[in-house]
């Protein structure tokens, strides 16, 4: 995707409070990168190797990646695994898979064993402890796959430990609520990627108008026969959330779908973890 399209990389800053976080674990600095569908249109390799190159500078504790590396072919992840290589991390590189990342039948595998060939850590249904046993860090399936199921994992963990997970679409946020999610770091809507300020996602407008169109008139428009839904909570496409007692962020993703961005950067997100 041509710079003009995609707009400049954006790097985003917060701290994240969390009740009950070690003393030991105040200050530790993640690093998020999301959506990179490298596929030689939708991510340049000149953004690819700016994003590598800030988080590197970023000299993060922990790397997590929230999915989507591939668009419909498992083919450009061996490539891409050779530019992630050069990503430096104090406690290691963790990342979740997409929907994009199950397209096909042995794609789950594929890209699986691509990653962890240079010792990133992939995560499906899984806990791991690369902070201590004090911060657990979860990675849930992909919301689309029938594997997605987080009362088998959540129900793993000491409802009095924070934790953080990771789960590709920020939908899943709802469900969570039923468990203790200190910080969920979510992907998957690229930030709508054309916003107007002050009403946000154009597609939030074009569902609406959608709806009002009869189904026969929409078969007639190839245009207008897929319904765009992506997610259910469009309120949640972008940054920092409350969702009911836990806390939710969703990365707007570095690669980008034609007719490109506006007013919705590719990002690099920088999270400090500080006691509430």
Request: a neutral charge; hydrophobic letters at 40%.
């Amino acid at each position: 995707m041509h710079w003009l399209l995609s707009g400049p990389l954006s790097i985003e800053r917060l701290t994240v409070k969390i009740a009950g976080l070690p003393a030991s674990l105040e200050g530790k600095k993640l690093v998020q990168m999301s959506d990179f569908h490298y596929d030689g249109l939708r991510l340049s390799e000149e953004m690819l190797e700016q994003a590598i190159a800030i988080s590197n500078q970023l000299k993060p504790d922990l790397v997590l990646l929230t999915g989507d590396y591939v668009t419909t072919s498992t083919e450009p992840i061996h490539d891409l695994a050779s530019r992630l290589k050069q990503l430096k991390s104090q406690a290691g590189i963790y990342a979740i898979l997409g929907n994009h990342d199950i397209y096909y039948k042995h794609s789950k595998s594929e890209i699986t064993n691509a990653l962890t060939s240079i010792d990133i850590n992939v995560l499906w249904n899984e806990i791991a402890y690369p902070l201590g046993e004090d911060l657990p860090l979860v990675g849930l399936a992909d919301r689309y796959s029938p594997e997605f199921n987080p009362t088998l994992v959540m129900n793993q963990l000491n409802p009095d430990i924070p934790r953080i997970v990771l789960s590709h679409n920020p939908d899943t946020a709802e469900l969570l609520q039923g468990w203790r999610v200190d910080l969920q770091l979510s992907g998957h809507t690229h930030g709508g990627q054309i916003v107007i300020p002050g009403l946000g996602p154009i597609l939030v407008g074009y569902k609406k108008i959608l709806q009002n169109v009869p189904q026969k008139v929409r078969y007639r428009f190839p245009c207008l026969r897929k319904n765009y839904l992506i997610i259910r909570h469009w309120e949640w496409s972008q940054g920092l959330h409350q969702v009911g007692n836990n806390q939710l962020y969703v990365n707007r993703g570095l690669g980008t779908y034609f007719p490109g961005r506006l007013f919705c950067p590719p990002e690099v997100t920088e999270i400090i973890l500080q006691k509430a």
